[in-house]
């Protein structure tokens, strides 16, 4: 779907209304292409602690150049800041020491982390951990030009566990993830190097609910492009273009009701018969049946109650007594920012929403035992058919309001699942990560 606003601010008489009304100015987002550089700039890196070592270790490894002095005028693809050392409030000053003189130069679509320590406990490191929060959050809202800053968590002797983590918030995989905090090792976490970062997946069974159009084909794409063999799944009446999609991406059609009794069942024997076991598997299928709660009728909220979150629940538990999750196996749950905020019109939607986070929650320290991990998005407005439908003015609103002034791509939700499934990314585990330009819901 296009963003005519977009087109038009950026146009010659656009670009003058847009300045003298003090209108948003969204800025295209570099986007991922293959053979690209994975930064648009070099690099500053400051701060010291457990992760300069990774840091530098992840910057050679992408080829991105490390400045250590500032010219003028240089814009930087990414200011990294390693704040693990940060032990007590006092040194939170480090922060605005690195970044006052140069975050202005921040580059277009350009970058920021922070790294620090999970905040555990009563100490006061564990207070300045905390406040770091606050500060990524309050940067991402000046950032401009496309910029996002994000702040990682790393469990101590969990450093190198972040390589995959780091590499996908500095590239262009992240175009629409913005503000968001990041936690890893906190549940342990078994991590595998794949052999060639450009197709992690190589040898890896995926299966994508769902899978027929908007979001779910997104994910199929980007999980087949990394080297997956995707099973997609829809309802028999996308028989069609669920085929089409399974075409492209040198997958399979599986036609599914995930809601149906012998659903579970029927994906265990799937899986069993053709592929032994499943390494990935994707919760993307969802509706939305909205009105307002006195307005309800009951079906619709058994009907959206049952496909966003009870259907996925019973194909886990059967995936999981049939022993059919491999080993380093992933789940990804599809929730959205209406779970975490609520929405008027989808009490519905937004319950099924927010329980997928609760299965997050609750199945995190079971993968973990399995050597497997369980992570959710939580996407805001991204460009489909869903949002097509929703009327004009509050599509509008749903887009701009947001630091990055405009609505998601599929493919920023993909991308981001694609990063769960990383093996690399075993100690990723228990997250939810917004995929919503830090939209202002519930933010
Ligand atoms: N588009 C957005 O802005 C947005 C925002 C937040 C969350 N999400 C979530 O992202 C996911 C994908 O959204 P989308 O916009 O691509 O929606 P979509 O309606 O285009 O696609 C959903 C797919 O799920 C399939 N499906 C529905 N019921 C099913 C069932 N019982 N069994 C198997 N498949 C079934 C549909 O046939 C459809 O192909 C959903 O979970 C949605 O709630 C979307």
Redesign the pocket.
Known sequence: MTDRYQQFARSNLGRQVVRRLGLPDPTPLRRYLPGQPTLDGPVLVGGGGRMVDTVRSVLKGISATEVTDVTEGERFGALVFDATGIDEPARLRELYDFFHPVVRNVGTCGRVIVLGAPPAGRGRDGIAQRALEGFVRSLGKELTRGATAQLVYVAPEFEVAAESTLRFLLSAKSAFVDAQVIRIGVHGGEVVEPEDWDRPLAGRVAVV?????????AIAEVLARDGAHVVA???P??GE??SSVANRVSGAALQ?????AG?PAALVTYLRERHTKVDIVV??????RDKRLANMKEAAWDAVL???LS?QLAINDALLDGDVLRRGGRIVG?????GIAGNNGQTN?ATS?AGVIGMVNAYAPVLAERGAAINAV??????????AAVPLLIREVGRRLSSLAQ??Q?VD?AETIAWYANPASGAVNGNVVRVCGQSFLGA
């Open positions: 609910t769902g899978a027929s159009r908007g979001i779910g084909a799944l829809d309802i009446a996308q273009e669920l599914l009701d995930i809601t149906s659903a919760h993307n299928a969802g509706i939305t049952a496909v966003n259907s599809v929730s959205s920012i209406a939607y929403k939580a996407p805001g407005f991204i460009e489909t058919k869903m949002t609505g998601g599929p939700v």
